[in-house]
């Protein structure tokens, strides 16, 4: 099993905003993930836990988003033939985290 790529988003809006955008944010999420030919199987929330589940090139990757005051959590788990995708999922989750999360 591969190490799960793990991203930690700082963030100063609290809890209840942070999880407000990442609500917002999701179906753009699934609209921008569909055109590139990724499905999102499964995204339920557990208080302030998103747990989620992707198919991509016949794989399944799963994992979770956890909301916290201060910062967010991103763990996703993936077969070893999706890691070698690691450091692009990488930038996209801190980029796009990021962008979400900053205080406007």
């Given at each position: 099993?591969v190490?799960?790529?793990?991203?930690v988003?700082?963030?100063?809006?609290?809890?209840?905003?942070?999880?407000?955008?990442?609500?917002?944010?999701?179906g753009?999420?699934?609209?921008?993930?569909?055109?590139?030919?990724?499905?999102?199987?499964?995204?339920t929330?557990?208080?302030?836990?998103?747990?989620?589940?992707?198919?991509?090139?016949?794989?399944?990757?799963?994992?979770?988003?956890?909301?916290?005051?201060?910062?967010?959590?991103?763990?996703?788990?993936?077969?070893?033939?999706?890691?070698?995708?690691?450091?692009?999922?990488?930038?996209?989750?801190?980029?796009?985290?990021?962008?979400?999360?900053?205080?406007?």
């Amino acid at each position: 099993m591969v190490k799960p790529l793990v991203v930690v988003i700082p963030h100063q809006l609290g809890r209840a905003e942070a999880r407000r955008r990442l609500e917002t944010g999701l179906g753009s999420a699934q609209e921008l993930l569909g055109k590139a030919g990724i499905r999102m199987a499964e995204a339920t929330w557990q208080g302030d836990q998103l747990n989620f589940l992707v198919g991509a090139m016949n794989q399944n990757v799963d994992g979770q988003i956890d909301v916290d005051e201060d910062s967010v959590r991103v763990e996703v788990r993936m077969p070893m033939l999706l890691s070698l995708f690691a450091g692009k999922v990488r930038a996209l989750i801190d980029t796009n985290g990021t962008k979400l999360l900053t205080k406007k």
